[in-house]
């Protein structure tokens, strides 16, 4: 579609109208679009009334194919899909390069998504930029309206405003949006404004994108510090990560100015991950078979609802409740008190049906996790098997049990029939007035968002606009704002700050080859920690320890493989080893045994300890790293700057360091300021660091606080709010914000 292309016609004292194929209306001296091409306004295309009711009226006109088509996510897209890109896409049945076509248009798997399958929820994942991601918005917009109903399509996005890329599931990297430090730094921040601006500058980029739901935020209690999520929550403690969930929440989808909050400013927030993802057994994640189950030996399970139920469900702002909920793939250990079934929590009628629709009330939108509906794989070591404890179910009959369950949506399923049979089945079992009644429940649910947001009444962005907002100098501002404001200084032996012009040694790292995200390898990797050219407008270069004033050692928290090795299992082992937060191999000598929770059809066993086991990291070097630069540097400083995903045991290496700061996820030219006394640290720990991998291992993974801590050189305590500014020991309103209860 040619730029601008759509047509504009503003009510007076009401919503401003685009459209591109639909005719309008005139009544009453007002406009409206006449999405169903009757020539009478139908009550859902009435800007007028309530979004509860339009979405009633509509989701009653919808077939049970249409409905279907409501409650699926489309796969990861690509704007463009590109040669190597995952999720690859055709264009007139050629790559594009080939194509000839703009960068914006739809692929030949969008045209038939949306008309053949009736998709309208489309999650992206690369937006080359603002320019074209706009374009290709108002492209799948106008493709939608030519379509019965005119139903817009409510685009998504997993987070990408991150300031460094993080290793846990599809992230994309911050492009042309301004530039955030990880959920652990907006709590390190442990201000709320920081916290507010965050989701408000959120969403005024993903409106400028196109983009109406959030897959955020990750409310998550991180009270087990080996799970590999753990970065991309508020922290430990119930009580901030509640008040940070209200506050985001609010700031992506409030509307300043309507009656209920919602418009055209707003976004869709998906609060994930119901009943909290946190308490995974000895850090492994359920990503994965081998990592199922969460487990509750510290009988916290309240704790890590709180965030949910007296911060998303209570939102301060006029909205009220988030919009939308995610059930994690876990496994909750014995939680089902109702029908003792250890099944993944979509799949469980006590967790969402008894607690969340029922007690809780909550009655927006359940989404699952992405693919938890597929067939599992045959072997335990593979991402994508997440239908735990109903493998013995067909897929339809997968799709029934979550439905019957209060389910309205699928991540990561665009494959209709499923759906389909699911519906007759579920004909077969209650009649079908009663099962067409239920999925149009969910296609209310759907609807209601996208009428929201105004996407009915117009969907369309000017490029220029988008352009202009995206990444803007104020949000780019208030981004690096927020970075500098998040990282914690827990070292300083009075080397900081330090002065600008003197001669630094940054040495190279070296990673060995490790299990990633998908469970293939990566190779071994030298990682040049940051630019000559960026280090130099802050130092002068030394190429040698020896020549330099100082050096700053860039390292990042121990690598491993997550907790399992089919090569080990393939041995006679049962394939579970430790995961380490130290950077020497560590020896699981007081692991718990036998495990809590255990049991999988692809194996034979149930106890999945690993006690006496050995636990290794793939950036052991960065240790040895500080340590050879300490030798080398004898007396000059030596600054550790350490991007931490999980809390780290510095016993190792806190020592050999006269200087430490903690990042989680911010540019480098953040640390250097800081090195170099142009701002000054004012982050607090919003976690814990433990003493030792012995207090990790005997600790209980629901349970917040309950590990001892590390206690340094110097005397300092790395406790949650522990934090130095050049004075010392920071202590304000915010350390006390918060008291352990």
């Excluded at 489309?122 to 603002?130: D, G, Q």
């Excluded at 070591?381 to 013995?392: K, M, Q, R």
């Excluded at 914690?488 to 003197?502: E, F, I, Q, T």
Aim: proline share 7%; charged share 25%; hydrophobic share 35%.
């Amino acid at each position: 579609m040619p730029q601008n292309s759509f047509r504009l016609y503003q009510n007076p004292d009401g919503p401003v109208l685009g459209t591109v194929s639909a005719p309008i209306l005139e009544q009453d001296g007002l406009f409206f679009k006449d999405l169903a091409r009757t020539g009478q306004l139908l009550p859902y295309e009435d800007w007028r009334l309530p979004a509860q009711i339009r979405a009633e009226d509509l989701a009653a006109r919808l077939s049970i194919e249409e409905i279907a088509g409501l409650m699926m996510y489309s796969p990861h897209q690509m704007i463009p899909t590109l040669p190597g890109d995952p999720f690859q896409g055709s264009y007139n049945g050629k790559p594009f390069p080939e194509s000839g076509l703009e960068r914006w248009a739809l692929t030949d798997q969008q045209k038939a998504f949306l008309e053949q399958d009736h998709i309208r929820h489309v999650l992206v994942m690369k937006l080359e930029s603002a320019g074209i991601a706009a374009r290709w918005s108002n492209a799948i917009q106008q493709a939608e309206e030519e379509l019965p109903w005119g139903i817009p399509v409510n685009v998504s996005s997993d987070p990408r405003h991150g300031a460094s890329k993080a290793k846990a599931e599809f992230k994309s990297g911050a492009n042309d949006v301004s530039k955030w430090p990880e959920g652990l730094g907006i709590a390190a921040t442990f201000s709320p404004e920081v916290c507010r601006q965050f989701g408000e500058t959120i969403a005024k980029e993903y409106r400028a994108l196109g983009i109406t739901t959030a897959l955020s935020p990750q409310i998550d209690l991180a009270t087990e510090p080996r799970w590999m999520r753990f970065e991309d929550t508020f922290g430990t403690h119930p009580d901030q990560v509640t008040d940070l969930a209200r506050l985001y929440c609010d700031g992506l989808q409030t509307t300043p100015g309507t009656a209920d909050g919602w418009g055209r400013e707003s976004v869709c927030a998906m609060a994930k991950h119901w009943p909290g993802g946190g308490p995974c057994e000895a850090g492994r994640d359920a990503h994965y078979a081998f990592g199922k189950y969460a487990v509750y030996p510290g009988d916290s399970f309240q704790s890590h609802l709180k965030p949910f139920t007296e911060g998303a469900f209570r939102l301060n702002g006029p909205t009220g409740s988030v919009s939308a909920i995610m059930p994690y793939y876990t496994v909750s250990w014995e939680r089902d008190i109702k029908n003792g079934k250890n099944v993944g929590n979509a799949y469980s009628e006590y967790l969402i049906k008894d607690l969340l629709r029922g007690t809780y009330e909550y009655d927006g939108i359940v989404c699952t996790d992405w693919g938890v509906t597929r067939d599992p794989a045959p072997e335990m070591d593979a991402l994508c098997s997440h239908c735990f404890g109903v493998e013995s179910l067909t897929e339809a009959e997968r799709h029934l049990l979550a439905i019957e369950n209060g389910v309205d949506q699928f991540g990561g399923n665009s494959d209709i029939r499923p759906i389909l049979e699911a519906y007759r089945l579920g004909c077969e079992k209650y009649g079908e007035p009663v099962m067409r009644a239920r999925m149009e429940r969910s296609a209310v649910r759907l609807l209601k968002n996208i009428f929201r947001c105004g996407l009915f009444e117009n969907p369309y962005l000017d490029p220029a606009e988008s352009e202009a907002v995206v990444g803007c100098e104020a949000f780019a501002k208030a981004g690096y704002e927020a970075q500098l404001q998040s990282v914690v200084l827990v070292k300083n032996r009075s080397v900081l700050p330090a002065a600008c012009g003197k001669k630094v040694y940054i040495p190279d790292r070296t990673i060995q080859p490790h299990k990633n995200f998908f469970r293939g390898m990566s190779p071994e990797t030298t990682v040049h920690p940051v630019e000559r050219s960026l280090a130099e407008q802050y130092f002068q270069w030394a190429d040698t320890p020896e020549e330099a004033d100082l050096a700053i050692v860039f390292i990042e928290s121990p690598i491993t493989d997550g907790g399992y090795s089919g090569e080990e299992a393939a041995a006679g082992g049962n394939g579970y080893l430790p995961i380490t937060l130290q950077y020497r191999p560590y020896q699981a000598n007081t692991a718990r045994q036998p495990s809590i929770a255990g049991g999988d059809f692809r194996e034979d066993f149930t106890d999945r300890s690993y006690r006496g086991k050995t636990g290794t990291a793939a950036n052991e070097a960065d240790l040895d790293l500080v340590l050879d630069t300490r030798a080398a540097m004898g007396d000059k400083p030596v600054i550790v700057c350490l991007r931490m995903h999980n809390p780290t045991v510095l016993s190792e290496l806190e020592p050999a360091a006269d200087a430490i700061l903690i990042d989680f996820g911010v540019q480098k030219q953040v640390l250097l300021d800081l090195i170099c006394g142009k701002a000054e640290p004012s982050a607090l720990l919003p976690v814990e660091l433990p003493a030792s991998m012995e207090t990790v291992e005997t600790h209980c993974e629901d349970k917040p606080f309950d590990y001892e801590v590390y206690v340094d050189s110097e005397g300092h305590a790395y406790g949650y709010a522990y934090g130095l500014n050049w004075q010392g020991v920071i202590k304000d309103e915010r350390t006390h914000l918060y008291p352990k209860h």
